[in-house]
Protein backbone atom coordinates (compact mmCIF):
# COMPACT_ATOMS: atom_id res chain seq x y z
CA UNK A 1 0.00 0.00 0.00
CA UNK A 2 1.16 3.40 -0.57
CA UNK A 3 0.82 5.74 2.00
CA UNK A 4 -0.08 9.10 0.81
CA UNK A 5 -0.78 10.02 5.20
CA UNK A 6 2.83 9.95 6.49
CA UNK A 7 2.51 8.50 9.88
CA UNK A 8 5.21 11.16 11.15
CA UNK A 9 2.55 13.85 10.60
CA UNK A 10 -0.11 12.32 12.96
CA UNK A 11 0.37 12.00 16.73
CA UNK A 12 2.37 8.71 17.96
CA UNK A 13 0.66 8.13 21.35
CA UNK A 14 -3.11 7.83 19.00
CA UNK A 15 -1.50 6.29 15.67
CA UNK A 16 -0.41 3.44 18.21
CA UNK A 17 -2.91 2.52 19.74
CA UNK A 18 -5.27 2.19 16.77
CA UNK A 19 -6.42 -0.85 15.54
CA UNK A 20 -4.03 -1.85 13.08
CA UNK A 21 -6.42 -2.16 9.55
CA UNK A 22 -8.07 1.07 10.72
CA UNK A 23 -4.66 2.86 10.72
CA UNK A 24 -3.86 1.06 7.50
CA UNK A 25 -7.04 2.72 6.19
CA UNK A 26 -6.27 6.27 7.54
CA UNK A 27 -2.44 6.25 6.70
CA UNK A 28 -3.99 5.52 2.55
CA UNK A 29 -5.32 9.35 2.94
CA UNK A 30 -4.61 12.24 1.24
CA UNK A 31 -2.88 14.26 4.64
CA UNK A 32 -5.44 16.89 3.39
CA UNK A 33 -8.72 14.70 4.43
CA UNK A 34 -7.71 14.72 7.53
CA UNK A 35 -7.46 18.91 8.36
CA UNK A 36 -9.85 19.78 11.02
CA UNK A 37 -13.16 21.45 9.37
CA UNK A 38 -12.78 23.89 12.41
CA UNK A 39 -9.43 24.74 10.54
CA UNK A 40 -10.74 24.78 7.10
CA UNK A 41 -14.23 26.90 8.22
CA UNK A 42 -17.42 26.64 6.86
CA UNK A 43 -18.12 26.71 3.34
CA UNK A 44 -20.92 24.72 1.22
CA UNK A 45 -18.21 23.49 -0.84
CA UNK A 46 -16.81 22.07 2.52
CA UNK A 47 -20.18 20.48 2.88
CA UNK A 48 -20.61 19.27 -0.83
CA UNK A 49 -16.99 17.60 -0.52
CA UNK A 50 -17.55 15.64 2.93
CA UNK A 51 -21.08 14.65 1.47
CA UNK A 52 -19.54 13.16 -1.80
CA UNK A 53 -16.46 11.69 -0.09
CA UNK A 54 -16.51 7.89 -0.60
CA UNK A 55 -13.65 6.43 2.01
CA UNK A 56 -14.36 4.50 4.66
CA UNK A 57 -17.88 3.80 3.16
CA UNK A 58 -19.56 0.46 2.20
CA UNK A 59 -22.27 0.12 -0.21
CA UNK A 60 -25.66 -0.60 0.14
CA UNK A 61 -27.32 -3.84 0.00
CA UNK A 62 -30.36 -4.54 -1.69
CA UNK A 63 -33.64 -3.84 -0.32
CA UNK A 64 -37.40 -4.43 -1.68
CA UNK A 65 -38.45 -1.03 -1.99
CA UNK A 66 -37.42 2.78 -1.20
CA UNK A 67 -39.50 5.28 -0.89
CA UNK A 68 -39.39 8.93 -0.58
CA UNK A 69 -41.88 11.15 1.50
CA UNK A 70 -41.72 15.32 1.02
CA UNK A 71 -43.37 16.45 4.86
CA UNK A 72 -43.01 19.83 4.02
CA UNK A 73 -39.85 21.53 5.51
CA UNK A 74 -37.56 18.04 5.05
CA UNK A 75 -38.24 14.84 2.94
CA UNK A 76 -37.86 11.09 5.01
CA UNK A 77 -36.45 8.21 2.62
CA UNK A 78 -37.86 4.89 3.67
CA UNK A 79 -36.32 1.39 3.05
CA UNK A 80 -38.68 -1.60 3.12
CA UNK A 81 -37.76 -5.43 3.35
CA UNK A 82 -37.54 -7.34 0.21
CA UNK A 83 -40.43 -9.96 2.02
CA UNK A 84 -43.53 -10.82 3.10
CA UNK A 85 -45.42 -8.34 4.78
CA UNK A 86 -45.48 -9.57 8.86
CA UNK A 87 -49.56 -9.87 9.52
CA UNK A 88 -48.95 -6.97 11.77
CA UNK A 89 -47.07 -4.71 9.70
CA UNK A 90 -42.99 -3.56 9.36
CA UNK A 91 -41.22 -3.21 12.65
CA UNK A 92 -40.08 0.38 12.14
CA UNK A 93 -36.85 1.79 12.83
CA UNK A 94 -36.45 5.81 12.60
CA UNK A 95 -33.22 6.54 11.90
CA UNK A 96 -31.14 10.15 12.32
CA UNK A 97 -28.11 10.30 10.63
CA UNK A 98 -24.80 12.03 11.91
CA UNK A 99 -22.67 14.99 10.42
CA UNK A 100 -22.85 17.45 13.50
CA UNK A 101 -26.28 18.96 12.22
CA UNK A 102 -24.03 20.45 9.18
CA UNK A 103 -23.49 17.54 7.04
CA UNK A 104 -24.90 14.53 5.27
CA UNK A 105 -28.36 13.30 4.63
CA UNK A 106 -31.04 10.76 4.60
CA UNK A 107 -28.44 8.29 2.02
CA UNK A 108 -24.86 9.18 4.22
CA UNK A 109 -25.19 6.45 6.32
CA UNK A 110 -27.30 4.07 3.64
CA UNK A 111 -24.84 0.66 4.10
CA UNK A 112 -25.88 0.54 7.42
CA UNK A 113 -29.72 1.81 7.16
CA UNK A 114 -30.34 -0.88 3.88
CA UNK A 115 -27.85 -3.81 6.02
CA UNK A 116 -31.01 -2.83 9.33
CA UNK A 117 -33.51 -3.01 6.74
CA UNK A 118 -32.74 -6.69 5.42
CA UNK A 119 -30.66 -7.98 8.71
CA UNK A 120 -33.85 -7.24 10.92
CA UNK A 121 -36.59 -7.24 8.57
CA UNK A 122 -37.95 -3.78 9.53
CA UNK A 123 -38.77 -0.74 7.64
CA UNK A 124 -36.31 1.98 8.25
CA UNK A 125 -37.04 5.44 8.01
CA UNK A 126 -33.96 7.69 7.24
CA UNK A 127 -35.33 11.66 8.32
CA UNK A 128 -33.72 14.16 5.90
CA UNK A 129 -33.64 16.87 9.01
CA UNK A 130 -32.36 20.37 7.81
CA UNK A 131 -28.96 21.22 8.80
CA UNK A 132 -26.89 24.42 10.25
CA UNK A 133 -25.79 27.18 10.04
CA UNK A 134 -29.22 27.78 7.51
CA UNK A 135 -31.11 25.85 9.90
CA UNK A 136 -30.48 26.22 13.70
CA UNK A 137 -31.70 24.90 17.07
CA UNK A 138 -34.50 23.43 17.27
CA UNK A 139 -35.07 22.99 13.55
CA UNK A 140 -33.34 19.09 13.43
CA UNK A 141 -34.87 18.43 16.54
CA UNK A 142 -38.67 19.16 14.82
CA UNK A 143 -38.07 17.02 11.67
CA UNK A 144 -36.88 14.26 13.66
CA UNK A 145 -39.96 14.66 15.94
CA UNK A 146 -42.57 15.46 12.90
CA UNK A 147 -40.95 11.80 11.84
CA UNK A 148 -42.48 10.06 14.74
CA UNK A 149 -45.45 11.84 14.09
CA UNK A 150 -45.83 11.22 10.87
CA UNK A 151 -44.75 7.10 11.18
CA UNK A 152 -47.35 6.83 13.99
CA UNK A 153 -50.05 8.84 11.99
CA UNK A 154 -49.61 7.45 8.58
CA UNK A 155 -47.25 4.58 8.78
CA UNK A 156 -50.02 1.75 8.40
CA UNK A 157 -51.41 3.21 5.26
CA UNK A 158 -48.91 4.40 3.41
CA UNK A 159 -46.07 1.81 4.63
CA UNK A 160 -47.51 -0.72 5.94
CA UNK A 161 -45.84 -0.35 9.49
CA UNK A 162 -46.64 -1.95 12.95
CA UNK A 163 -46.63 1.16 14.69
CA UNK A 164 -47.05 -0.18 17.88
CA UNK A 165 -43.06 -1.76 16.92
CA UNK A 166 -41.16 1.52 16.40
CA UNK A 167 -37.22 1.84 17.64
CA UNK A 168 -35.23 5.47 17.04
CA UNK A 169 -31.35 4.88 16.23
CA UNK A 170 -29.06 8.01 15.27
CA UNK A 171 -24.97 8.25 14.77
CA UNK A 172 -22.96 11.22 16.72
CA UNK A 173 -25.11 14.30 16.42
CA UNK A 174 -28.25 12.03 14.88
CA UNK A 175 -28.28 10.28 18.64
CA UNK A 176 -28.49 13.87 20.47
CA UNK A 177 -31.23 13.86 18.29
CA UNK A 178 -32.31 10.61 19.23
CA UNK A 179 -31.63 10.85 22.78
CA UNK A 180 -33.97 13.72 23.28
CA UNK A 181 -36.74 12.38 21.16
CA UNK A 182 -36.89 9.51 23.51
CA UNK A 183 -36.90 11.57 26.70
CA UNK A 184 -39.71 13.59 25.14
CA UNK A 185 -41.99 10.71 24.01
CA UNK A 186 -41.72 9.44 27.74
CA UNK A 187 -42.41 13.27 29.15
CA UNK A 188 -45.75 13.08 26.42
CA UNK A 189 -48.98 13.13 28.14
CA UNK A 190 -50.10 10.09 27.05
CA UNK A 191 -46.09 8.80 26.78
CA UNK A 192 -45.26 7.38 23.28
CA UNK A 193 -44.05 3.96 24.02
CA UNK A 194 -40.49 2.83 22.12
CA UNK A 195 -39.05 -0.92 21.53
CA UNK A 196 -35.86 0.85 21.81
CA UNK A 197 -33.37 3.94 21.32
CA UNK A 198 -29.84 3.42 19.32
CA UNK A 199 -27.12 5.95 20.27
CA UNK A 200 -24.23 5.31 18.06
CA UNK A 201 -21.11 7.41 18.92
CA UNK A 202 -23.42 10.26 20.28
CA UNK A 203 -22.67 13.80 21.63
CA UNK A 204 -25.08 14.07 24.67
CA UNK A 205 -23.85 17.66 26.14
CA UNK A 206 -23.86 20.96 24.09
CA UNK A 207 -22.45 22.95 27.28
CA UNK A 208 -18.65 22.80 27.60
CA UNK A 209 -16.89 26.08 26.59
CA UNK A 210 -13.75 26.69 25.23
CA UNK A 211 -12.67 26.51 28.74
CA UNK A 212 -10.44 22.94 29.42
CA UNK A 213 -11.82 22.75 32.54
CA UNK A 214 -14.93 22.47 31.22
CA UNK A 215 -14.49 19.19 28.79
CA UNK A 216 -15.04 15.89 29.78
CA UNK A 217 -12.13 13.93 30.18
CA UNK A 218 -12.12 12.15 26.80
CA UNK A 219 -12.55 15.32 25.19
CA UNK A 220 -9.38 16.59 26.58
CA UNK A 221 -7.91 13.19 26.19
CA UNK A 222 -8.75 12.79 22.27
CA UNK A 223 -8.86 16.70 21.68
CA UNK A 224 -6.95 16.20 18.51
CA UNK A 225 -7.73 12.93 17.20
CA UNK A 226 -7.38 12.76 13.30
CA UNK A 227 -11.34 12.56 12.20
CA UNK A 228 -12.74 14.81 15.14
CA UNK A 229 -11.12 16.86 17.24
CA UNK A 230 -12.41 18.37 20.22
CA UNK A 231 -12.65 22.03 18.90
CA UNK A 232 -14.55 20.33 15.57
CA UNK A 233 -17.15 19.29 18.38
CA UNK A 234 -17.37 23.28 19.19
CA UNK A 235 -16.84 24.53 16.31
CA UNK A 236 -20.18 22.83 14.81
CA UNK A 237 -22.21 23.23 17.92
CA UNK A 238 -21.70 27.18 17.70
CA UNK A 239 -22.92 26.83 14.21
CA UNK A 240 -25.98 24.66 14.81
CA UNK A 241 -26.61 25.63 18.22
CA UNK A 242 -25.72 29.64 19.01
CA UNK A 243 -27.62 30.67 21.71
CA UNK A 244 -26.15 29.33 25.37
CA UNK A 245 -29.75 29.08 26.48
CA UNK A 246 -30.31 26.48 24.33
CA UNK A 247 -27.43 24.48 24.72
CA UNK A 248 -29.06 24.05 28.36
CA UNK A 249 -32.35 22.73 26.91
CA UNK A 250 -32.20 18.99 26.86
CA UNK A 251 -33.71 19.11 23.46
CA UNK A 252 -30.03 20.18 22.85
CA UNK A 253 -28.06 18.42 25.53
CA UNK A 254 -30.04 15.21 26.61
CA UNK A 255 -27.40 14.76 29.46
CA UNK A 256 -28.61 17.96 31.30
CA UNK A 257 -32.58 16.60 31.49
CA UNK A 258 -33.48 16.30 35.27
CA UNK A 259 -36.84 15.77 34.44
CA UNK A 260 -37.37 11.72 36.34
CA UNK A 261 -40.47 11.80 33.93
CA UNK A 262 -37.84 11.41 30.87
CA UNK A 263 -36.53 8.12 31.83
CA UNK A 264 -39.86 6.57 33.44
CA UNK A 265 -41.22 5.06 30.13
CA UNK A 266 -37.98 4.89 28.35
CA UNK A 267 -36.94 1.95 26.51
CA UNK A 268 -33.99 -0.56 26.63
CA UNK A 269 -31.53 0.78 24.90
CA UNK A 270 -27.65 0.25 23.32
CA UNK A 271 -24.97 2.89 23.40
CA UNK A 272 -22.62 2.25 21.37
CA UNK A 273 -18.89 4.08 21.77
CA UNK A 274 -15.67 4.35 20.05
CA UNK A 275 -12.38 4.18 22.45
CA UNK A 276 -10.32 6.73 20.94
CA UNK A 277 -12.98 9.26 20.52
CA UNK A 278 -13.40 12.85 22.06
CA UNK A 279 -17.53 12.24 22.92
CA UNK A 280 -16.24 8.91 24.31
CA UNK A 281 -17.14 10.44 28.19
CA UNK A 282 -21.10 10.82 26.63
CA UNK A 283 -21.91 7.97 25.77
CA UNK A 284 -20.59 6.54 29.12
CA UNK A 285 -22.35 9.11 31.52
CA UNK A 286 -25.51 8.18 29.57
CA UNK A 287 -25.17 4.35 29.81
CA UNK A 288 -24.71 5.35 33.84
CA UNK A 289 -27.82 8.25 33.78
CA UNK A 290 -29.92 5.48 32.48
CA UNK A 291 -28.53 2.51 34.78
CA UNK A 292 -29.19 4.71 37.61
CA UNK A 293 -32.91 5.41 36.62
CA UNK A 294 -33.64 1.70 36.19
CA UNK A 295 -33.21 1.56 32.01
CA UNK A 296 -32.11 -1.85 30.57
CA UNK A 297 -29.07 -0.71 28.90
CA UNK A 298 -26.33 -2.09 27.10
CA UNK A 299 -23.02 -0.33 26.59
CA UNK A 300 -20.54 -1.82 23.47
CA UNK A 301 -17.28 -0.07 23.44
CA UNK A 302 -15.22 -0.24 20.02
CA UNK A 303 -11.34 -0.92 20.66
CA UNK A 304 -8.84 0.63 18.62
CA UNK A 305 -11.16 3.27 16.95
CA UNK A 306 -12.09 7.02 17.24
CA UNK A 307 -15.30 8.58 15.61
CA UNK A 308 -16.03 7.23 12.03
Request: net charge negative.
Amino acid sequence: MIHTTQASQLPTTIVNRWDPEYRDFVLSLPYEALTPPHQTGWSQDLRQAINSSTAGKGEPVPVGSTLSFDLGDFSILCFIPDDEVPPRGWPVFVYAHGGGLLFGDAKSEISFTTRICMGVKCAVVSVNYRLAPEYTFPSAYNDVWETLSWVRREGREKLNLDCSRIALGGYSSGATLVAAIVQQASLSEPPLRLIAQVLLMPSLDLTPSYDLETWSSSMKEYAEVPGLWTRDVLWARDMHTPSEAHRLDPKASPLTQSSSGAFKNMPPTWIGVAEIDALRSDGETYAKVLRDQGIRVELKIYNGIPQI
